[in-house]
Nanobody, 128 residues
Framework: QVQLVESGGGLVQPGHSLTLACTASGRTYTIQSMGWFRQAPEKEREFIGVISWGVGRTHYVDSVKGRFTISRDTAKNTAYLQMNWLNVEDTALYYC?????????????????????WGQGTQVTVSS
């Protein structure tokens, strides 16, 4: 079992940046990929992006490409989600999730069901 804890959420003004962190513990050797999702009120959980835990290959949903960057520090068992140029539509509860599936060129985990462990979520509110 992998345990995940997110941190770094908060209130930010439109156009500003925020970086979330996700620290893993437990059976971290089972992690092949780490993904980020978000869920706005009354909406389904949305995939944002994923990173290969080993080589750092990333994949993003089109709506955040160029604004969001996922990185990881395997020595700290921590993944990061750097979010730039935030707007009010980015307001949501943000989750990290780990997967035993690899992130490759042709296939990567993107569905909720592809991820076995989830953090508790951290709230990001973008408002002036």
């Amino acid at each position: 079992q992998v345990q995940l804890v997110e941190s770094g959420g908060g209130l930010v003004q439109p156009g500003h940046s925020l970086t979330l962190a996700c620290t893993a513990s437990g059976r971290t050797y089972t992690i092949q990929s780490m993904g980020w999702f978000r869920q706005a009120p009354e909406k389904e959980r949305e995939f944002i992006g994923v990173i290969s835990w080993g080589v750092g290959r990333t994949h993003y949903v089109d709506s955040v490409k160029g604004r969001f960057t996922i990185s990881r520090d395997t020595a700290k068992n921590t993944a990061y989600l750097q979010m730039n140029w935030l707007n009010v539509e980015d307001t949501a509860l943000y989750y990290c999730a780990s997967s035993s599936q690899p992130t490759g060129f042709l296939h990567r985990p993107t569905a909720v069901g592809d991820f076995g462990s989830w953090g508790q979520g951290t709230q990001v509110t973008v408002s002036s």
